[in-house]
């Protein structure tokens, strides 16, 4: 028991850091996955969606804080109640959204590695397995080093997550997952190979044949059958091929402008998915990055899912005059993670990305 306990203390706390510190990673993002959470659609908790980015931060510091408590050895029955507790909530969690198909990808481990429902579900399972053994077993869980010395490095862990979590707020990822990261290709990742997998779908037509309802499945042909129709359904039984990007666009008026604007050379692109929400800080620096563009050479665009007074308002406030044009709100909040955010395009490749706190540190 002693050994399996240690065995199991290796392979939850060391998880629990690298889940937790690649979601502390993007905060943010893991924030915009909690409200897919609480929306009506699937817990139809929708009154926490406000507080949702600070309820993922104290989660994942939470998590890798519990990680790190685990390994050392501090407060062992604290540390192993709030493993079970924490596992059983997202075993629920997990499950719920499997089950009932409410959420494609759990974000257990962020943009780094995505899994399908019934993965997370199937995850959160083994993991259980090993915390009741560290819940039966947790007498053989002693402290790694001395009570001054635990003490420290729990605290240090608390103080160094914490940090790390705000710091990523205030400018970027410190490592970025995901399509739109710096030296990508957009028009690649919005390409589709000619032998890419097709998504295989199962038709259920319902028919009336003499006064009873009569259910046929196919792959897509339309049955033979003597009767009248009355309704088809269908089901992916499996996924296709998914490119990385497939929800971006640069649009006006009904036009697509995408290919234009992703051949263009020295391209800088304000990304805004909300200019209702924009941060004033960041709106304040547009007009002198707007003049130090184009004083090099660059040309200036922006980005938003935000109606035409919005648009016209925040370049009246802030006297900018470069074009915003309409994005989907979900890819731009996946492009960067600020609002404002920048990035320079060249051909479609992303060469910079900063938050608008970093906007004086973009080389044009």
Known sequence: MRILVALSRIFVGI????SGFIKLNDPLGFSYKLQEYFSADVLNIEFLIPYALGISILVVVFEVVLGVFLLIGYRPKFTVWSLLLMIVFFTFLTFYSAYFDKVKNCGCFGDALKLTP???FTKDVILLIFILILFVGVKYIHPVF????TTILALLSF???LWFGFHVLEHLPAIDFRAYKI???ITEGMTVPENAPKPVQEYSWTFNVNGEEKVIKTNGSYPSVDGDYVSVETKVIEEGYVPPIYDFSIETDGEDLTAQFLSEENLIVVVSYSLENIEKGGAIKLKALQDRARQNG???IGLTASGEDAKQRIKD?????FEF???DEKALKTVVRSNPGVIELDQGTVKQKVHWNDIEDLEL
Do not use: M, R, V
């Open 15 to 18: 998880l629990f850091i690298i």
């Open 118 to 120: 019934w993965e997370s």
């Open 146 to 149: 001395g009570k001054l010395q």
């Open 159 to 161: 103080i160094l997550s």
């Open 183 to 185: 030296g990508a290709n």
């Open 298 to 300: 660059f040309k200036i």
């Open 317 to 321: 406030t802030y006297n900018i005059d």
């Open 325 to 327: 044009y309409l994005c």
